[in-house]
């Protein structure tokens, strides 16, 4: 079966400082790998897609980047962070075949002070 | 913007009853739509989902009503269980430019059972 991990679970961290999350899939190949930003209350903003090695689509203008170093790990980053960039983030996963349901991760609580 | 909406952000039952969150959704072109669950401080959890040539979908416990007329989704859940608290969203899928699999989120519905 696959399953997904993200870490850490929960980071605080100031403003200015560095951020590094990881998203792990497992159990899957090939799949599209996407990063989405949960402020407190409200929907779900897509921050960044991929479709491969390499490959990354970003949806907003915004300090963050994401990475996807190998086929199954999906990395967001900032070199340095903002106040506005807390938040919960999710990672998910859809297979290429089915290319419809998305599959999440646990989630990283983000708070920047 | 989102062109996914929901009408009643917060949804409060009686345990026992029955649940329906709406959703209105306003790209006709949109072929595919799923439900999600958001328990507090969690990723949010595949409920159900229903393809556009579909008007209705049946679940455990769970039904979803796609009204393509007016444009509209509604999940109803039978016989609301406190467990049943959450967050709903409902999401359509847009394939654009290459860029298969993407959706578009809803803001959410809270549901709150009563004991």
Redesign the interface.
């Known amino acids: 079966s696959q399953t997904i991990h993200q870490w850490p679970a929960t980071l605080v961290q100031p403003v200015g400082s560095p951020l590094s999350l990881e998203c792990t899939v497992e159990g899957t190949s090939n799949p599209?790998l996407?990063w989405y930003r949960q402020a407190a209350g409200?929907?779900?903003q897509?921050l960044f897609?991929s479709?491969g090695i390499g490959q990354i689509?970003s949806e907003v203008p915004q300090n963050l980047s994401a990475s996807r170093p190998q086929d199954r790990q999906f990395i967001l980053s900032s070199k340095k962070l903002l106040l506005s960039d807390s938040g919960f983030y999710?990672c998910?996963w859809?297979s290429?075949l089915?290319?419809?349901?998305?599959?999440?991760?646990?989630?990283t609580?983000l708070t920047v002070t | 913007g989102e062109s996914v909406g929901l009408h009643l952000p917060t949804l409060s039952v009686q345990e026992g009853d029955n649940s329906i969150i709406n959703c209105a959704y306003s790209n006709s072109a949109s072929d595919y739509f799923i439900w999600y669950k958001q328990e507090s401080g969690k990723g949010p959890q595949f409920i159900i989902d229903i393809r556009s040539n579909m008007d209705k979908r049946q679940g455990q416990r769970v039904t979803v009503l796609l009204n393509k007329t007016v444009k509209h989704l509604s999940l109803q859940i039978a016989a609301t269980q406190p467990g049943d608290s959450a967050v709903y969203f409902c999401a359509e899928n847009r394939n654009y430019g290459g860029s298969q699999g993407n959706l578009i989120f809803g803001k959410g519905t809270k549901l709150s059972v009563k004991p």
Request: net charge positive.
């Open positions: 599209n996407y409200r929907g779900l897509l897609y479709v689509s999710l998910a859809n290429r089915l290319s419809y349901e998305q599959y999440f991760g646990p989630g609580r």
